[in-house]
C-alpha cells in the first residue's frame, strides 16, 4: 500500500494564479480531509469529505474548492492564489471518520508571490 | 466551538529524562481528544486516543496521556524520552459529530544528548 499520496511536494505560485494539489489513497477510506498548516497555528481543516459525493466545509474554506468523484481521489482547487495561502498542506484520510486514526500525506509545501 | 491550547511552545529535555507536554481544552461536553506526533518533515502520525473509560490511556512508543476533566486538560507524558523522540506534538480535540479535528498549535520537542 502506499498510504496516501500528495503532489506536488513543492509550488511557486504568482497572485491569482490557479492550482490542484492532488491527494489518493489506496486504504478504501471513506473520510478524507484537507489541513494546512502555518507556523504557531498547528493544522486547520480546510474542507472534509465522509465519502465519495459529500464534501463539507472546515474552518477555512474561503479561497479552495475540493471534488470527491471517487473514493480514492480527494483534490484540493487554490481559484486564485494569493500569499495568505502559503503554507503547508496536508491530506489524510480515515476509515470512516476524523476520530478514527488519521494517516497523512508528506505534504505540499506551497509559496504564492 | 471547542478550543485546545498547548501552554508551551517548545520544551527542552536530556534524553533519558521525563516528559510531560500540556494540552488543555475547552469543550461544552465530554469531548474526543488525540495526541498526533510530527517528525521533521513529514505528515502527522496519531499516538494515542481518548474517548471514554479509563482515564489514563496508552498510545505508541511508550506515551500516555491522562484525561482530567475537572482540569480540562489531556497531558502527554513519557517516562524516558529517547534521541528519536524529537518531534512536534499536536494536541487535538473533536466534538460529538467525529466530522471535525480542531488541533493546538503544538509543542516542539527537542531531546538533548
Known amino acids: 500500500n502506499a498510504g496516501v499520496t500528495q503532489t506536488p511536494k513543492f509550488q511557486v505560485l504568482k497572485t491569482g494564479q490557479s492550482m490542484t494539489l492532488q491527494c489518493a489513497q489506496d486504504?478504501?477510506?471513506?473520510?478524507m480531509s484537507w489541513y494546512r498548516q502555518d507556523p504557531g497555528m498547528g493544522l486547520r481543516l480546510i474542507h472534509y469529505?465522509?465519502?465519495?459525493?459529500?464534501?463539507d466545509q472546515g474552518e477555512v474554506p474561503n479561497g479552495y474548492n475540493v471534488s470527491r468523484s471517487t473514493t480514492e481521489d480527494f483534490p484540493l482547487r487554490l481559484l486564485s492564489a494569493a500569499p495568505s495561502q502559503t503554507s503547508v498542506y496536508f491530506c489524510?484520510?480515515?476509515?470512516?471518520?476524523?476520530?478514527?486514526?488519521?494517516?497523512f500525506g508528506p505534504g505540499t509545501r506551497l509559496t504564492v508571490l | 466551538a471547542q478550543s485546545v491550547t498547548q501552554p508551551d511552545i517548545h520544551i527542552t529535555v536530556s534524553e533519558g529524562a521525563s516528559l510531560e507536554l500540556r494540552c488543555n481544552y475547552s469543550?461544552?461536553?465530554?469531548?474526543?481528544l488525540f495526541w498526533y506526533v510530527q517528525s521533521p518533515g513529514q505528515g502527522l502520525q496519531l499516538l494515542l486516543k481518548?474517548?471514554?473509560?479509563?482515564?489514563l490511556v496508552q498510545g505508541i512508543k511508550g506515551f500516555e496521556a491522562e484525561f482530567k476533566r475537572s482540569q480540562s486538560s489531556f497531558n502527554l507524558r513519557k517516562p524516558s524520552v529517547h534521541w528519536s523522540d524529537a518531534a512536534e506534538y499536536f494536541c487535538?480535540?473533536?466534538?460529538?459529530?467525529?466530522?471535525?479535528?480542531?488541533f493546538g498549535s503544538g509543542t516542539q520537542l527537542t531531546v538533548l544528548p
Open positions: 487535538a480535540v473533536g466534538p460529538g459529530s467525529a466530522r471535525q479535528l480542531t
Open positions: 481518548y474517548f471514554s473509560g479509563d482515564t
Open positions: 486504504m478504501n477510506h471513506e473520510y
Open positions: 469543550y461544552g461536553a465530554t469531548p474526543y
Open positions: 489524510a484520510s480515515s476509515l470512516t471518520g476524523a476520530y478514527n486514526e488519521q494517516f
Open positions: 469529505s465522509v465519502g465519495a459525493g459529500i464534501t
